[in-house]
């Protein structure tokens, strides 16, 4: 429930991250309406009134996590091969619920769910907006836009044409979602779809676009082949969510440099996202501390996702803002820290720079979300999700694990273990 406090809040402590790079030591943020009214120094702030004072003075404040790809209607053992009428409505809505106070015991203040049952996710986000549920922001795209034979066609709206194409938009703003996804490749959990393959026409992807402009919403592209990412970044998507760069065989391939510079003369945000291998999943979990030659020991299909993130590493070098998503299909990992696994992923098995994580976690998730500069920085005017850790995860990225207190839009997060 959302607090209404007549004086601000204040919550100090021995680091602030304000999420741009930059950080305060033994600073306080000022908390009043949901909104970030103030971050400075404590001996500045002390001479004033509020109503709460939380102190870490060994923590590290930083912005609330965002993920840029969830699917929240679904489990990591059912997958997403599943029609709705196998689904149970109230015990969806339930378990969507619960999936929502887990992420942001977490750390997770704010999703994308890219493809739920009806209008599951919409109606929770309806009652986290409303007060009646405590949970991260949430923008959510519904049912996705597939091919007739394509992947997630189980619970997703059907186009073969442009005409169809635009109808399905329509439909999904009467559904009153915030993004549309379409499906411009095949996917892995789908049988009978090529991941490498494109399933839309960059016309049909074009059309999407426009029809989806009107109404002032983004577009949110599935492309794992290279084709389908040239196609959908050539139709002007937002965001390229996987951009695997997957051959027609499935294999991953080279990267294409010019659709990379087209990503960034277009400002696209490619989403690194993806059900992770058991076998990395079960290394992040046993490796106390990475070592690059231990890495030797993964087998074919971990080995195919650090090339994966390592190409993603290697088109954010050459200009492609990145936001983190999971993907995630929950139950993998335990008390829903699937972002934070990612994370570490990034930094300890492919190389990347925890500054780059850090800054895909929260700038390149603002942008994904349209919400840059209203999330995932702490900085007055700014959406008051803020997150305690134990350490600095610019020194140690395991520290995204370590949450010790959550704020949603200013309210201290009641579920907290």
């Not at 971050?39 to 993920?67: H, K, M, Q, W």
């Not at 999971?326 to 994370?343: K, S």
Request: a negative charge; aromatic letters at 4%.
């Amino acid at each position: 429930m959302v607090e209404s406090a007549q004086l601000p809040r204040l919550i100090t402590a021995g680091r602030v991250l304000l999420g741009d790079g930059t950080s305060i030591d033994d600073a306080g943020v000022v908390v009043a309406n949901r909104r970030i009214k103030r971050v400075a120094p404590i001996e500045s702030l002390a001479g004033d009134r509020y109503d709460e004072i939380d102190t870490f003075p060994n923590g590290c404040l930083v912005p609330g996590f965002i993920d840029a790809h969830v699917h929240l209607c679904f489990d990591f053992k059912g997958g997403l091969n599943v029609g709705p009428e196998q689904l149970v409505e109230s015990e969806l809505m339930t378990s969507v619920s619960l999936r929502c106070r887990g992420l942001a015991n977490a750390g997770v203040t704010s999703v994308c769910d890219l493809g739920s049952v009806a209008d599951i996710v919409q109606r929770v986000r309806n009652a986290i907006d409303r007060g009646d549920l405590e949970g991260p922001t949430i923008s959510c795209a519904g049912r996705p836009i597939t091919t007739p034979d394509g992947h997630l066609r189980s619970f997703g709206l059907l186009a073969s044409d442009e005409e169809s194409m635009a109808a399905s938009v329509e439909m999904l703003v009467a559904d009153g979602v915030d993004v549309v996804k379409v499906i411009a490749t095949g996917g892995a959990s789908t049988p009978g779809t090529a991941m490498g393959l494109a399933q839309f026409t960059t016309k049909e992807l074009r059309e999407a676009v426009r029809a989806a402009a009107e109404e002032g919403l983004m577009v949110a592209a599935h492309a794992h082949g290279t084709e389908g990412i040239r196609r959908a970044v050539e139709a002007g998507v937002h965001t390229v969510q996987h951009c695997t760069w997957l051959d027609v065989e499935g294999a991953v391939g080279p990267l294409d440099f010019g659709v990379l510079d087209e990503m960034v003369r277009r400002q696209q945000v490619a989403v690194i996202a993806g059900p992770l291998p058991e076998e990395i999943a079960e290394w992040l979990k046993v490796h106390e501390r990475s070592s690059h030659d231990d890495t030797k020991s993964i087998g074919i299909e971990g080995q195919r996702q650090l090339t994966i993130w390592t190409n993603a590493r290697a088109a954010r070098e050459l200009g492609v803002k990145h936001a983190l998503g999971t993907d995630a299909l929950f139950g993998q990992f335990e008390n829903y820290q699937d972002l934070a696994w990612r994370a570490q992923g990034l930094v300890e098995l492919a190389g990347w720079p925890e500054v780059l994580v850090l800054e895909a976690l929260w700038q390149g998730g603002a942008l994904a979300l349209g919400l840059a500069g209203e999330i995932g920085v702490v900085a007055p005017g700014a959406q008051a999700d803020l997150v305690v850790l134990g350490g600095d995860p610019r020194i140690d990225i395991r520290a995204l694990h370590d949450v010790r207190a959550v704020y949603l839009q200013g309210s201290k997060f009641s579920c907290f273990h």
